[in-house]
Nanobody, 124 residues
């Protein structure tokens, strides 16, 4: 059974940090690109950070310099380190996996598997 399980969300004050984890099972994790997405109330789901199977990374402009994505293939886990959090970072954060053949930064419909999400709330 394929699973992506996010953890590490919570309530934090603006300016502080959180680290999200995405633990994968049931597929060949090392072959997959992993993306972090977020969805705030009333807004569309948006891509935040991505990491390729060989460790190349991409971050959307709004989080560049504040968020870092990394992966540990030995633990089948991807991390999202979020620093200098802002109230506008408040959202449900999802991780997703895209397989071989997907784009360098996969579009939202290219992802094969999704987690259930973890809530991040940043208070100002």
């Amino acid at each position: 059974e394929v699973q992506l399980v996010e953890s590490g969300g919570g309530l934090v004050q603006a300016g502080r940090s959180l680290r999200l984890s995405c633990a994968a099972s049931g597929f060949t994790f090392a072959d997959y690109k992993i993306g972090w997405f977020r969805q705030a109330p009333g807004k569309e789901r948006e891509g935040v950070s991505f990491i390729s199977s060989d460790g190349r990374t991409f971050h959307t402009d709004s989080v560049k310099g504040r968020f870092t994505i990394s992966r540990d293939n030995g633990k089948n886990t991807v991390y999202l380190q979020m620093n200098s959090l802002k109230s506008e970072d408040t959202a449900i954060y999802y991780c997703a996996a895209a397989g071989v053949g997907s784009s360098w930064v996969p579009g939202i419909y290219e992802y094969d598997y999704w987690g259930q999400g973890t809530q991040v709330t940043v208070s100002s």
